[in-house]
């Protein structure tokens, strides 16, 4: 008989990206800060964990954002009460550490009583790992040396110092319960080898989930009726990327494919399936677009993918912000003033001349019916207003998945408590990051709520480890 390999850990996080690597420390400093020696394993599937970490913010990574602080921003996150709740216990058990206990709800001090600033526990978690970081437009943060490979540095390097194991190369297939009480949890790898843990940290990405077969926890692991909701994995889907447009649409994309532009794009839904002419405003994201041979992608596009679906219209105000629409009429017809006093006689071409790129003149001149010598009468002026600040594309979906920044779905928040992160129905599993259905807009968002729930997931394992 051929024995299979086995290996034994307190605590087992199952996913060595952001949230992961947040657990192993949390989960480390919690034990050795009780008195207590307990082993952490961090399970990862590639050759080396923080990989994700890598890649975001184009390499510098945006690792947090000043408006989750102060509060503007939690109401903008997928499944927003859960994430209000964990980031309120996050800054009680902060609170408590330091001394300062809060009270009333966990989610009273998100803002202050002014509205302002309240300490940020994921910010003093950095600062305690040594980074130096700044901050740029729209409270984005980043590593002041402006790598990303510095925030893996001093993760790493904590976790090192904690006695931290990374086992890469290591993909989980199944997380099996405890038989019994007292029993462990069993992590079937793909290749056959076993690790067994007193309790288990799922911190790998929203696609991955889909892998990994998880018990329900319905029978509570150990046999036990329990009237708790079972762990549920939705299906995940990719958001915050760019987005894709009919082939009608793409017919205007493609002859600017690659140019970018200031503006502000509305995403607009139907009213009634029946009645596609009749639409209401989803949201608004001004910034810079990007056209793409397939659709649109740049970051206010990004944001606006959480929120799109096929069949949506996307309007783009090419005049905004330099003035708002209700303001669009009176701009353009001051500046044909202007330039009537300057030239004898003004045409379509001439009036765009200096306004917008010359190949967006172009387009913009066929998409309102118009030819570059065309005179700016009164009839023009309204098709180019409408071209300027309601150029419509229609939405089929998401145009790049590989470009997406985070999948949607995984875990459904409802199986687990946000005071603890831990699984309702299975007690001893934990979940955080991307494992669970929570996501944000981009700018530091959906990596502080890695960080977040890391930390309170594993602040709440340690405790549980007997």
């Not at 109401?75 to 859960?82: K, P, R, S």
């Not at 290591?170 to 290749?191: I, K, N, S, Y």
């Not at 905004?320 to 209700?326: E, G």
Request: charged content about 25%.
């Amino acid at each position: 008989m051929i024995r299979r390999m086995e290996t034994t850990c307190d605590i087992a996080i199952v996913g060595g990206g952001a949230s992961g690597l947040a657990a192993a420390i949390a989960a480390a400093r919690t034990a050795s800060g009780a008195g207590r020696s307990v082993s952490v394993a961090v399970l990862e599937a590639s050759e080396r964990v923080g990989r994700s970490i890598l890649k975001t913010g184009n390499g510098r990574c945006n690792f947090s954002n000043e408006h989750v602080a102060d509060g503007r921003m939690l109401f903008d996150y997928h499944n927003a009460a859960f994430f209000r709740e964990v980031l309120g216990t996050l800054c009680n058990q902060n609170a408590v550490s330091a001394g300062t206990e809060v009270e009333g709800l966990p989610d009273a001090r998100i803002v202050g009583e002014q509205g302002g600033t309240r300490p940020d526990p994921v910010l003093d978690f950095f600062e305690g790992l040594g980074l130096e970081w700044r901050q740029e437009a729209e409270g984005r943060r980043y590593p002041l040396a402006n790598k990303a490979s510095v925030v893996l540095d001093v993760l790493r390097a904590e976790a090192a110092r904690l006695g931290v194991k990374e086992a890469c190369g290591c993909p989980v297939r199944a997380v099996e319960p405890p038989r019994e009480e007292g029993a462990l949890f069993t992590l079937c790898l793909e290749d056959g080898v076993f690790w067994r843990a007193k309790v288990v940290v799922v911190a790998c990405g929203g696609e991955a989930i889909g892998r990994i077969e998880l018990p329900s926890g319905a029978s509570g692991g150990n046999g036990l009726e329990v009237d708790v909701a079972p762990l549920v994995a939705l299906p995940a889907s990719p958001v915050l990327g760019p987005l894709r447009c009919s082939d009608e649409s793409c017919r205007l994309t493609r002859e600017l494919d690659n140019i970018r532009v200031r503006c502000t794009v509305s995403l607009f839904r139907p009213q009634d399936a029946s009645d596609s002419r009749e639409l209401v405003l989803v949201r608004a994201e001004p910034g810079e677009m990007l056209f793409r041979a397939y659709g649109v992608s740049g970051i206010c596009v990004f944001d606006l993918s959480r929120a799109a679906q096929p069949g949506d219209t996307l309007s783009i105000d090419l005049l905004d912000p330099l003035v708002p629409r209700i303001q669009a009429r009176g701009y353009l017809e001051r500046r044909r003033d202007q330039l009537l006093a300057l030239y004898d006689s003004l045409d379509c071409a001439r009036f765009l001349r200096g306004l917008v790129l010359p190949r967006v003149a172009d387009v913009l001149l066929k998409y309102a019916g118009l030819q570059d010598g065309d005179a700016l009468d009164d009839a023009a002026l309204d098709s180019l207003e409408s071209a300027l600040t309601m150029l419509s594309l229609e939405v089929v979906g998401v145009g790049a998945p590989d470009q997406c920044q985070v999948r949607r779905g995984g875990l459904s928040v409802a199986s687990f408590d946000p005071a603890t992160m831990e699984a309702c129905a299975l007690p001893g599993l934990f979940a955080c990051g991307e494992a669970l259905d929570v996501d944000g807009p981009c700018g530091g968002y959906n990596l502080h709520w890695a960080w977040a729930s890391g930390l309170v997931a594993s602040m709440s394992a340690a405790r549980a480890v007997r």
